[in-house]
């Protein structure tokens, strides 16, 4: 498998680009997608791309500057520029700088799956070898799923038993690893990335999959650790972003339920816990490690700051922005007022009706 990096700031012609190589080119695989030229750069340094699909102006580098910068630097990888009818003529100078050919906007699938099958042409040349075999790709890409579902799914006992089938068939000893082994890695870990976003429809952020340089893994058996701190990573990454979403939107629903209902004398922790079918403890707990106060805490700021505005209109009794906010017994308020604020609902209001010369 050749990999292949998109470099355009267009959302949709990444999009295209992506979809016709994983729809059609069985023999190239999108291992990432840049926005703007020094994205690219990076990246591509980074990841040592056999393809690399570049627009023609992007912000930063333009494609010409990209591919002149990575020529500089060494890197051995063919380039297809993607421009539009504007910069037609622009893309056709890229020609010399020894780009493979050019796109023209909107991208033809056909065009460009045959420019895909005369690159792949001038690659294998390159390297000297025959395509994978059909089997090695689907045993791959079988171990790859499965490990995606359990890992979505955090079933710990499903990923054991996949991590055990991967070390059979790597079958890890001391043998040293062959260039074949890295390249399987390298599809491994796209498709399990792949099918991850599939499964997970985007409800969560993702990191990309990493792909480790050659001379860090000597043996299979480096080879299979590698694999299992990656698996092992994932399901950690995933269980503290679903755990962080689910509470982060619960709390945010619990404040906004305290809004609704702070004029109720008995609001408590225990109606909030019911209304979101949770067991009060469990509720309570996650309230204040979101936020860095207990429920009934946050309760009482709201109605503080809520009785505060109430007394700043001079028509409102003091006892009506007590009741205003859910005090029935004014003393009780009183007193929690003059503790959150320092001053009594009184003394509050006089304070607040104070105009303060300019000169202080």
């Not at 796109?103 to 690659?123: A, E, M, N, Q």
């Not at 019911?274 to 996650?286: D, E, I, K, T």
Request: some cysteine; glycine content about 4%.
């Amino acid at each position: 498998m050749f990999k292949v990096l998109i470099a355009d700031d267009e959302r949709m012609v990444r999009l295209t680009l992506r979809t016709i190589i994983e729809r059609d080119a069985e023999n190239f695989v999108v291992i990432e997608e840049a926005k703007d030229g020094e994205q690219a750069l990076q990246r591509s340094l980074e990841l040592k791309p056999d393809l690399i699909v570049t627009d023609v102006r992007m912000p930063g580098l333009s494609g010409l500057e990209l591919i002149r910068s990575l020529t500089d630097r060494q890197l051995k990888s063919e380039y297809v520029v993607v421009s539009g009818y504007g910069d037609f003529a622009y893309a056709q100078s890229a020609l010399r700088f020894g780009v493979a050919d050019y796109l023209l906007k909107p991208i033809d699938p056909s065009y460009f799956l045959s420019v895909l099958t005369k690159i792949h042409g001038k690659l294998q040349s390159r390297i000297g070898k025959q395509d994978l075999p059909k089997d090695w790709l689907w045993s791959w890409k079988v171990h790859a799923e499965r490990a995606a579902k359990s890992i979505w799914h955090m079933n710990e006992g499903e990923l054991a038993e996949e991590l055990e089938r991967i070390r059979n068939t790597l079958n890890p000893g001391p043998e040293l690893v062959k260039p074949e082994h890295l390249e399987q890695l390298t599809y491994y870990l796209i498709v399990l990335n792949g099918t991850l976003q599939e499964v997970s429809q985007n409800g969560l952020p993702l990191p990309k999959a990493q792909f480790p340089e050659n001379e860090s893994l000597a043996t299979a058996e480096q080879l299979y650790d590698y694999i299992h701190a990656c698996l092992q990573g994932l399901i950690e990454h995933i269980r503290f972003s679903r755990n962080w979403w689910s509470y982060n939107r619960m709390v945010k629903s619990a404040k906004e339920y305290i809004e609704e209902h702070y004029k109720k004398a008995d609001l408590s922790l225990k109606d909030a816990a019911v209304h979101f079918a949770l067991s009060p403890n469990y509720f309570g707990n996650m309230f204040k490690k979101e936020t860095g106060v207990s429920f009934n805490q946050y309760v009482t700021q709201v109605r503080m700051e809520k009785a505060k505005a109430f007394l700043q209109n001079p028509f409102v009794k003091v006892y009506e922005a007590g009741e205003a906010v859910g005090y029935e017994d004014y003393a009780y308020f009183s007193k929690t007022f003059k503790k959150y604020t320092g001053f009594s609902p009184s003394d509050y209001r006089k304070y607040e009706s104070i105009e303060v010369p300019d000169s202080i």
